[in-house]
């Protein structure tokens, strides 16, 4: 029997990242398609930011966006199950392999909803420190200007809630999103089979994949390639960045050992954003073990 790792969590947390090295482990492959790092079940996210698509669009457009991207454990309504569960079992038809990879970021607010509609799928939820996912998502937004923008003054994982936390302080806006997103997330905790912290998948990459393949294959998983220890770019913030996508580089190069960037297009954050993200992060930092962040 086919089985499937779905991969959650907050966008430039590092969930991209660990799809790309599941694929390299040549155990499991991507059902989204060669090359590709978003989707791979189709929830109904189209369009992303405010998806109107059954079954996920319904949901949103229901409250008119107000709930965010999270829905419950009772939206898992007969048709929303047999939709999904379809559309899987399309997908993994065609799976060459014995294990899937499926990644949604809105996933990390809609875990009893997902659980609900396949429990038997073998959940990875990412997390990465607050200042740097922070940090990450803002050059999004600068990337983003002056073209479609993000939508409402939001980009990424919509909390309940999240009208409320849109700020022109983006720092502040950010921080409080990270903070809403993975408060959520740790409140489901049941529903998650593994945990992953960025900065421990890029130093410790081959230990980590066979920390999440046994167990979701229900078997001992010894892997042979050998995976170089990664850069994290956690301190990003204290230097400044490019604001292209470290994705891009991984796709242009086919290398993921990448080098600090030259010629940063983003400065680095002052004093007083960093603490503003750590004041409004501490709580759910400290639970998450993320002291250092």
């Not at 109904?44 to 319904?58: D, I, L, Q, W, Y």
């Not at 065609?94 to 038997?120: F, Q």
């Not at 809403?180 to 960025?198: C, E, G, P």
């Not at 850069?231 to 993921?256: M, V």
Request: charged share 30%.
């Amino acid at each position: 029997m086919k089985r499937i790792i779905h991969v959650a969590g907050l966008q430039k947390s590092g969930t991209s990242l660990l799809v790309r090295l599941l694929e390299d482990s040549g155990i499991a492959e991507f059902l989204g398609g060669q090359g590709k790092t978003e989707g791979g079940i189709d929830w109904g996210n189209r369009p992303s930011f405010a998806p109107t698509a059954f079954p996920a669009g319904v949901v949103y457009q229901r409250n008119s966006g107000d709930e965010g991207h999270e829905i419950g454990a009772n939206d898992a309504t007969p048709d929303a199950v047999e939709y999904v569960r379809r559309d899987l079992e399309t997908r993994l038809d065609s799976l060459p392999t014995e294990l899937g990879i499926s990644k949604c970021p809105y996933s990390t607010v809609r875990l009893p909803w997902i659980k609900a509609i396949l429990p038997g799928m073998f959940v990875v939820a990412v997390f990465r420190k607050p200042v740097s996912n922070t940090f990450s998502l803002l050059k999004r937004f600068r990337r983003l200007e002056g073209s479609r923008g993000p939508e409402e003054g939001w980009w990424g994982v919509k909390p309940r809630g999240w009208r409320e936390m849109v700020s022109s302080d983006k720092i502040a806006q950010i921080a409080n999103q990270w903070n809403a997103v993975n408060s959520k997330l740790w409140r489901d905790r049941r529903l998650v089979d593994r945990f992953v912290r960025y900065d421990i998948l890029c130093r410790y990459p081959r230990e980590t994949l066979e920390g999440l393949l046994g167990p979701a294959l229900e078997e001992r998983v010894t892997l042979e390639r050998e995976f170089p220890v990664l850069r994290d770019f956690d301190d990003e913030y204290l230097r400044g960045s490019r604001l292209e996508p470290k994705r891009r580089k991984w796709i242009d190069s086919n290398e993921l050992v990448l080098s600090q960037d030259d010629d940063p297009e983003i400065g680095p954050l002052s004093t007083s954003e960093i603490d503003t993200v750590r004041q409004i992060c501490e709580r759910t930092s400290r639970t998450l073990g993320l002291m250092d962040s």
